[in-house]
């Protein structure tokens, strides 16, 4: 079994994703959203909804507890872990992410999958 | 003022006339943009401004967000262009979504009927048949420039020549007062269907409508079309308003509930009358979330809010809800 061949792809600089924001970017086609925990930790996951592809970036967030609400349907997910919170069991797909000379760079994974999970909903 | 051209990277342009939304533009050249709400609630419309300028024409939006600026998203259901301009959505489509296959119609008041205090019944009739999903809505125009949403309270069947809305007018609001001064006879722009609050057609175990004040719209379609189509689940209507005599259509509602073998209705009022036997309250004291169950809730934004935290506080997840708020 060989491990699976990650791309690496530069997106931001850490003076324009600041600690306790997000953005979103487009890495390889595939949107993505980029979190700056507070604490500074940074991470990766799908960049649209999986009840109904509305963009992440376009919801609501509390730095303070990490808490995206979707705009579309309020669904609310865990920035720390990708979880959804309500729905529950509703989990975002995670990128992996590495930080180097102040560079945030999301890894996209080449095993010919897409990269994100739909949970549909009412 | 002139008319601009949107171009979007997959290549489709349309043209746009002064003052008109890109997305309806987009619509009535054949270019179907992500969309759901209509009027500026959901952000679903959402795409990337990349080259050129536009105008907000709705800037209270209550999807319009600070970061929108900084990501230069807009709201394509309530902007304009003001120069060419390119835009990036995160979907094109030739062919619209299957429920919201809107559509602009000029219909014509049939009736405008009192149903109690400040309540009305307002009767539209169209040049043909329109499509929807029991529990959609219509953008309608009383006047110029004045768009409300109002979801319909007949049930679709496989189509509809008269349609008909139950609202309240809300004394020093344009919109509504517009609407209460319309008489037989008078024209009535509109677009529809919108919305996401429709019954599906494989509601497993069994639904819950909850109906607070005019809210009762939407609901009244859902049932007739849920007696209509004979499902053998649970529909439990909950309906609540301040007043009995706010309760309108209520006989509507048990009629429909009746032709069902699992129907039920809970009436729920905040300042009951001498001798009421039913429950006294909002909807939120009468409704016992069940997690099996799906729930569309129609109200007042204070009242759904309520709902929506009270079904979270009973362990319904929003993957079993729908809900619309207006007034």
Redesign the interface.
Known sequence: MTATTIEWHAVFGLDELWEGDFLDVEVAGEPVLVVHLLGGEVKAYQGVCPHQEVMLADGDWDEESSVLWCGGHRWEFDLRTGEGINPAGCTLYEYPVKVEDETVYVGVPQDGQRHYNRCPGT | MATHRVALPSGEEFSVAPGERILAAARRAGVWLPF?CGWGS???C?ATLVEGEVELLFPEAP?I?P??AR?R?ILTCQTTPITDVVLKP??VSSSPPEPLAVEDRVGTVVANLDLGPGLRRLEVELDRPVRYRAGQYAIVEPAPGLRRCYSMATPPGSGVAEIAFVYRRYPGRPGSSALWALRPGDPLPLELPYG?MWI?DDEPTGVVLVAGGTGVSPILAMVGDLAARGVTGTVHVVYGARRVEELVCADDLVEGLAALPRGRITLVVEDPPPGWSGPVGTVVDALEPDPDL?YYVAGPPPMVDAV?AHL?DGGV??????YDSFG
């Open positions: 759901e959901c952000g679903t959402k999807a967000k970061r929108d990501r998203r995160t979907t996401a599906r799906r929506l979270d997840g929003l993957d079993r809800i729908a």
